[in-house]
Protein backbone atom coordinates (compact mmCIF):
# COMPACT_ATOMS: atom_id res chain seq x y z
CA UNK A 1 0.00 0.00 0.00
CA UNK A 2 2.53 2.54 -1.34
CA UNK A 3 0.64 4.24 -3.69
CA UNK A 4 1.31 7.99 -3.09
CA UNK A 5 -2.90 8.88 -3.86
CA UNK A 6 -5.14 7.45 -1.16
CA UNK A 7 -7.70 4.71 -3.43
CA UNK A 8 -10.70 5.98 -0.68
CA UNK A 9 -13.72 6.64 -0.57
CA UNK A 10 -14.80 3.79 -2.30
CA UNK A 11 -18.36 4.66 -3.87
CA UNK A 12 -20.28 0.81 -4.09
CA UNK A 13 -24.60 0.53 -4.71
CA UNK A 14 -25.31 1.70 -1.03
CA UNK A 15 -22.34 2.51 0.78
CA UNK A 16 -19.57 5.27 0.86
CA UNK A 17 -16.45 3.35 2.44
CA UNK A 18 -14.61 6.91 3.64
CA UNK A 19 -12.22 8.06 6.65
CA UNK A 20 -13.64 8.27 10.15
CA UNK A 21 -14.71 12.04 11.20
CA UNK A 22 -14.91 13.40 14.63
CA UNK A 23 -18.51 13.45 14.14
CA UNK A 24 -19.34 10.01 13.22
CA UNK A 25 -18.86 9.14 17.39
CA UNK A 26 -22.68 8.31 18.05
CA UNK A 27 -22.63 6.59 15.36
CA UNK A 28 -19.95 4.42 15.95
CA UNK A 29 -20.85 3.91 19.37
CA UNK A 30 -24.20 2.44 18.17
CA UNK A 31 -23.04 -0.48 16.93
CA UNK A 32 -19.79 -0.93 18.99
CA UNK A 33 -21.93 -1.03 22.26
CA UNK A 34 -24.01 -4.12 21.27
CA UNK A 35 -22.46 -7.38 22.40
CA UNK A 36 -23.36 -9.44 19.54
CA UNK A 37 -21.43 -7.39 17.31
CA UNK A 38 -17.93 -7.79 19.30
CA UNK A 39 -18.84 -11.41 20.60
CA UNK A 40 -16.01 -13.00 18.47
CA UNK A 41 -13.76 -10.15 18.62
CA UNK A 42 -10.93 -9.24 21.00
CA UNK A 43 -12.42 -5.84 22.00
CA UNK A 44 -15.88 -4.62 22.97
CA UNK A 45 -18.93 -3.80 23.76
CA UNK A 46 -17.66 -0.71 24.13
CA UNK A 47 -18.08 1.84 26.72
CA UNK A 48 -18.39 5.47 25.41
CA UNK A 49 -14.51 5.94 26.65
CA UNK A 50 -13.66 2.91 24.49
CA UNK A 51 -15.73 4.64 21.37
CA UNK A 52 -13.88 7.63 21.64
CA UNK A 53 -10.44 5.80 22.04
CA UNK A 54 -10.59 4.01 19.01
CA UNK A 55 -12.27 6.95 17.18
CA UNK A 56 -9.39 9.11 18.09
CA UNK A 57 -6.45 6.46 16.78
CA UNK A 58 -8.54 6.11 13.81
CA UNK A 59 -8.00 10.32 13.26
CA UNK A 60 -5.30 9.97 14.37
CA UNK A 61 -3.88 7.27 11.79
CA UNK A 62 -5.29 9.19 8.82
CA UNK A 63 -3.28 12.33 9.67
CA UNK A 64 -0.43 9.66 8.04
CA UNK A 65 0.04 9.08 4.67
CA UNK A 66 1.07 6.34 2.96
CA UNK A 67 0.34 3.64 5.68
CA UNK A 68 0.14 -0.01 5.44
CA UNK A 69 -3.20 0.16 7.70
CA UNK A 70 -6.21 1.34 6.66
CA UNK A 71 -9.63 1.35 8.41
CA UNK A 72 -12.78 2.82 6.66
CA UNK A 73 -16.18 3.61 8.11
CA UNK A 74 -18.97 1.73 6.04
CA UNK A 75 -21.38 5.10 5.98
CA UNK A 76 -24.98 4.59 3.71
CA UNK A 77 -24.94 6.95 0.54
CA UNK A 78 -28.68 8.17 1.29
CA UNK A 79 -27.64 9.34 4.91
CA UNK A 80 -24.25 9.28 5.69
CA UNK A 81 -24.62 7.39 8.57
CA UNK A 82 -22.23 5.55 9.65
CA UNK A 83 -23.02 1.21 10.35
CA UNK A 84 -20.05 -0.23 9.97
CA UNK A 85 -16.28 0.00 9.49
CA UNK A 86 -14.01 -2.07 7.19
CA UNK A 87 -10.36 -2.50 7.10
CA UNK A 88 -7.51 -3.57 5.01
CA UNK A 89 -3.90 -3.85 6.50
CA UNK A 90 -1.17 -5.60 5.20
CA UNK A 91 0.18 -8.24 6.91
CA UNK A 92 3.71 -9.34 4.56
CA UNK A 93 4.65 -6.66 2.70
CA UNK A 94 7.47 -8.25 0.94
CA UNK A 95 4.60 -11.00 -0.50
CA UNK A 96 2.09 -8.27 -1.24
CA UNK A 97 -0.79 -9.96 0.84
CA UNK A 98 -2.83 -8.29 3.46
CA UNK A 99 -5.83 -8.85 5.50
CA UNK A 100 -9.19 -7.68 5.36
CA UNK A 101 -11.58 -7.33 8.59
CA UNK A 102 -15.76 -6.04 8.99
CA UNK A 103 -18.31 -4.92 11.44
CA UNK A 104 -21.58 -3.89 10.94
CA UNK A 105 -24.32 -2.88 13.22
CA UNK A 106 -26.72 -5.55 14.02
CA UNK A 107 -29.52 -3.86 12.56
CA UNK A 108 -28.00 -4.13 9.46
CA UNK A 109 -27.08 -7.63 8.83
CA UNK A 110 -28.05 -9.84 6.30
CA UNK A 111 -28.54 -7.30 3.31
CA UNK A 112 -25.47 -8.04 2.20
CA UNK A 113 -24.06 -4.87 3.15
CA UNK A 114 -20.59 -6.29 4.03
CA UNK A 115 -20.06 -8.45 0.78
CA UNK A 116 -20.78 -5.11 -1.20
CA UNK A 117 -18.30 -3.07 0.70
CA UNK A 118 -15.52 -6.31 1.18
CA UNK A 119 -15.94 -6.89 -2.79
CA UNK A 120 -15.01 -3.38 -3.35
CA UNK A 121 -12.45 -3.32 -0.99
CA UNK A 122 -10.42 -6.57 -2.60
CA UNK A 123 -11.27 -5.56 -6.10
CA UNK A 124 -9.16 -2.29 -4.61
CA UNK A 125 -6.66 -4.66 -3.52
CA UNK A 126 -5.78 -6.30 -6.57
CA UNK A 127 -7.02 -3.65 -9.31
CA UNK A 128 -5.04 -0.64 -7.43
CA UNK A 129 -2.86 -2.26 -5.18
CA UNK A 130 -1.70 -5.11 -7.13
CA UNK A 131 -1.71 -7.21 -4.14
CA UNK A 132 -1.04 -10.96 -4.45
CA UNK A 133 -3.12 -12.04 -1.39
CA UNK A 134 -5.44 -11.03 0.30
CA UNK A 135 -6.54 -13.00 3.89
CA UNK A 136 -9.15 -13.30 6.75
CA UNK A 137 -9.40 -14.57 9.62
CA UNK A 138 -12.85 -15.43 11.95
CA UNK A 139 -13.93 -17.35 14.45
CA UNK A 140 -14.98 -20.62 13.28
CA UNK A 141 -18.17 -20.66 15.28
CA UNK A 142 -18.77 -16.64 13.64
CA UNK A 143 -20.78 -18.33 11.05
CA UNK A 144 -21.79 -14.76 9.46
CA UNK A 145 -18.01 -13.85 8.91
CA UNK A 146 -16.83 -16.85 7.15
CA UNK A 147 -19.92 -16.90 5.31
CA UNK A 148 -19.35 -13.59 4.13
CA UNK A 149 -15.43 -14.95 3.35
CA UNK A 150 -17.13 -17.67 1.36
CA UNK A 151 -19.80 -15.48 -0.70
CA UNK A 152 -16.45 -13.36 -1.59
CA UNK A 153 -15.01 -16.25 -3.11
CA UNK A 154 -12.29 -16.50 -0.27
CA UNK A 155 -10.94 -20.51 -0.14
CA UNK A 156 -10.73 -22.07 3.44
CA UNK A 157 -7.12 -22.45 3.96
CA UNK A 158 -6.92 -23.95 7.45
CA UNK A 159 -7.74 -24.12 11.22
CA UNK A 160 -5.60 -22.54 14.11
CA UNK A 161 -6.31 -24.52 17.61
CA UNK A 162 -6.63 -22.40 20.42
CA UNK A 163 -4.38 -19.40 18.98
CA UNK A 164 -6.21 -16.74 20.56
CA UNK A 165 -7.84 -15.65 24.03
CA UNK A 166 -11.09 -13.93 23.00
CA UNK A 167 -12.98 -12.63 26.25
CA UNK A 168 -10.73 -15.23 28.09
CA UNK A 169 -11.33 -17.86 26.65
CA UNK A 170 -9.34 -19.41 23.74
CA UNK A 171 -10.82 -20.02 20.23
CA UNK A 172 -10.36 -21.74 16.94
CA UNK A 173 -9.62 -19.65 14.41
CA UNK A 174 -10.24 -20.42 9.93
CA UNK A 175 -8.18 -18.66 8.03
CA UNK A 176 -9.23 -17.95 4.82
CA UNK A 177 -7.36 -16.73 1.13
CA UNK A 178 -7.83 -15.28 -2.36
CA UNK A 179 -5.32 -15.06 -4.93
CA UNK A 180 -5.18 -12.28 -7.24
CA UNK A 181 -4.84 -14.85 -10.16
CA UNK A 182 -8.24 -16.41 -8.86
CA UNK A 183 -9.88 -13.03 -8.02
CA UNK A 184 -9.47 -12.06 -11.73
CA UNK A 185 -10.68 -15.24 -13.46
CA UNK A 186 -13.83 -15.07 -10.87
CA UNK A 187 -14.92 -11.27 -11.67
CA UNK A 188 -13.75 -11.69 -14.98
C1 LIG B 1 -19.98 -10.81 10.00
C2 LIG B 1 -20.84 -9.65 9.56
C3 LIG B 1 -19.94 -8.45 9.25
C4 LIG B 1 -21.63 -10.06 8.30
O1 LIG B 1 -22.24 -8.92 7.77
P1 LIG B 1 -23.55 -8.95 6.83
O2 LIG B 1 -23.60 -7.62 6.15
O3 LIG B 1 -24.72 -9.38 7.61
O4 LIG B 1 -23.17 -10.08 5.77
P2 LIG B 1 -23.81 -10.20 4.31
O5 LIG B 1 -25.27 -9.83 4.38
O6 LIG B 1 -22.96 -9.46 3.35
O7 LIG B 1 -23.69 -11.76 4.08
C5 LIG B 1 -22.96 -12.36 3.05
C6 LIG B 1 -23.14 -13.85 3.13
O8 LIG B 1 -22.59 -14.36 4.33
C7 LIG B 1 -23.44 -15.38 4.87
N1 LIG B 1 -23.92 -14.92 6.17
C8 LIG B 1 -23.86 -13.69 6.70
N2 LIG B 1 -24.36 -13.67 7.94
C9 LIG B 1 -24.77 -14.90 8.22
C10 LIG B 1 -25.36 -15.52 9.34
N3 LIG B 1 -25.65 -14.84 10.45
N4 LIG B 1 -25.64 -16.84 9.29
C11 LIG B 1 -25.37 -17.56 8.19
N5 LIG B 1 -24.79 -17.03 7.07
C12 LIG B 1 -24.50 -15.73 7.09
C13 LIG B 1 -24.52 -15.62 3.86
O9 LIG B 1 -24.07 -16.59 2.95
C14 LIG B 1 -24.59 -14.28 3.18
O10 LIG B 1 -25.06 -14.35 1.87
P3 LIG B 1 -26.64 -14.47 1.57
O11 LIG B 1 -27.34 -13.47 2.45
O12 LIG B 1 -26.74 -14.19 0.12
O13 LIG B 1 -27.01 -15.88 1.96
C15 LIG B 1 -21.84 -9.23 10.66
O14 LIG B 1 -22.55 -10.37 11.05
C16 LIG B 1 -21.15 -8.61 11.86
O15 LIG B 1 -20.89 -7.42 11.90
N6 LIG B 1 -20.83 -9.44 12.86
C17 LIG B 1 -20.19 -8.94 14.08
C18 LIG B 1 -18.77 -8.47 13.80
C19 LIG B 1 -17.91 -9.61 13.30
O16 LIG B 1 -18.00 -10.72 13.80
N7 LIG B 1 -17.05 -9.30 12.32
C20 LIG B 1 -16.14 -10.26 11.75
C21 LIG B 1 -15.01 -10.50 12.65
S1 LIG B 1 -13.88 -11.70 12.00
Not at 21 to 30: C, L
Not at 151 to 161: A, I, Q
Amino acid sequence: MTDPKPWFPIETERLRLREFRPEDEADVHAYARIPEVSRYMVWGPNTEEDTRFFLGKSLEAQTRWPRTDVSLAMATKTGDQVIGAIRLWVVDLENRTAEIGYTLHRDYWRRGLTFEAANALINVGFEILGLHRIIATCDVRNRGSWGVMRKLGLRREGRFRQDKQIKGAWRDTYAYGVLAEAWHVANR
